[in-house]
């Protein structure tokens, strides 16, 4: 857990994900993509994480019962 902790405060790490953000910002203004799309869009990624977490935590609730 700590290494993962370290990942996100990482100086680069932080810097790669402004990054990476500025770059979605400027090709999606560049694809004239409109807002409702963009809502469509965000709760899709949404859904995912929820879905993701999920799968976490039901692994994570099987791993504590089998010790």
Do not use: H, P, Y
């Amino acid at each position: 857990m700590e290494k993962i902790k370290a990942f996100f405060q990482n100086k680069i790490t932080k810097i790669v994900a402004w990054l990476v953000l500025a770059l979605d910002i400027v090709v999606l203004f560049l694809g004239n993509v409109t807002e409702s799309e963009i809502v469509d869009g965000v709760k899709m990624v949404f859904v995912i994480i929820a879905g993701v977490a999920m799968f976490i935590a039901f692994i994570s609730e099987r791993v504590s019962k089998k010790k």
